[in-house]
Nanobody
Framework: QVQLVESGGGLVQPGGSLRLSCAASGSAFSINAMAWYRQAPGKERELVAVISSRGNNGYADSVKGRFTISRDNAKNTLYLQMNSLKPEDTAVYYC?????????WGQGTQVTVSS
């Protein structure tokens, strides 16, 4: 059984930074591609950033150049460094495998970008 626990969200001003973490329990974290997703109020959940088991990554156009995804397989932890935050980045952020597994969704962590 895999459990994913996101943390690190909060309230930040536009232009600020946050670092999200996702702690994964269970086995096989290191061999799976992982991703960060987000869901803003009234919108569908969207893919933000992905990272392969080898560390290759990709980003949605809306966050490219501002967000950096990384992973520490020894700690079973996924990270998302978010810089130059914008109000439109406000959402609940989730981690999951790629493709996402419906039973793995956690509670997410709220990110609010506002002055």
């Amino acid at each position: 059984q895999v459990q994913l626990v996101e943390s690190g969200g909060g309230l930040v001003q536009p232009g600020g930074s946050l670092r999200l973490s996702c702690a994964a329990s269970g086995s096989a974290f290191s061999i799976n591609a992982m991703a960060w997703y987000r869901q803003a109020p009234g919108k569908e959940r969207e893919l933000v950033a992905v990272i392969s088991s080898r560390g290759n990554n990709g980003y949605a156009d809306s966050v490219k150049g501002r967000f950096t995804i990384s992973r520490d397989n020894a700690k079973n932890t996924l990270y998302l460094q978010m810089n130059s935050l914008k109000p439109e980045d406000t959402a609940v952020y989730y981690c999951n495998r790629v493709p996402a597994v419906s039973t793995f969704w956690g509670q997410g962590t709220q990110v609010t970008v506002s002055s």
